[in-house]
C-alpha cells in the first residue's frame, strides 16, 4: 500500500470537508425568510452568483422562495458585471465585498434590514 502525497491528502481533506457541509446544509435545513426581510436585503446588496456553485445553491435554499427578491448576478452568464469578483458567492454591501454564504440573520445585520 503506497502513502498519500500532501496534495493528495490535502485534496482528500478538502473533499470531505465540503460533503460534510453539504450534508450538514441539507440536514439543517433553512427556514424561508419573510418577504419584506428577502426585499430589504435585495434593495440594500447585491449577490453575485454563479450557476453550478453549490454554495450559490446553499445560499439560494437560506431564501427559499423569496430569493426572487434578492438582486443576483449570474457571474456565468454576466460576465462582464462581474469584473473584481474572485469567487461566488460574494455580496457586496454598501461597497464592500463579502465573501462565502452568509446567514439571513448576518445579511440582516450587516444591511440594516
Known amino acids: 500500500m503506497r ?11 478538502i473533499i470531505l470537508a465540503v460533503i460534510i457541509i453539504a450534508i450538514f ?9 419573510d418577504k419584506e426581510i ?4 435585495g434593495e440594500n446588496s ?4 454563479r450557476l453550478g456553485c453549490h454554495f450559490c445553491e446553499i445560499q439560494e435554499d ?6 426572487q427578491y434578492l438582486t443576483v ?13 474572485a469567487s461566488t458567492p460574494t455580496w457586496v454591501i454598501d461597497g464592500e465585498k ?3 454564504a452568509k446567514t439571513v440573520e448576518k445579511l440582516k445585520e450587516l444591511t440594516g434590514c
Not at 38 to 41: F, G, L
Open 3 to 13: 502513502k498519500l502525497t500532501k496534495n493528495e491528502a490535502i485534496t482528500i481533506v
Open 25 to 33: 446544509a441539507l440536514q439543517k435545513g433553512y427556514p424561508e425568510t
Open 38 to 41: 428577502s426585499q430589504c436585503i
Open 46 to 49: 447585491i449577490l453575485y452568483s
Open 62 to 67: 437560506a431564501f427559499g422562495d423569496n430569493y
Open 73 to 85: 448576478i449570474d457571474c456565468f452568464f454576466e460576465t462582464d458585471k462581474c469584473e473584481g469578483i
Open 98 to 100: 463579502y465573501i462565502g
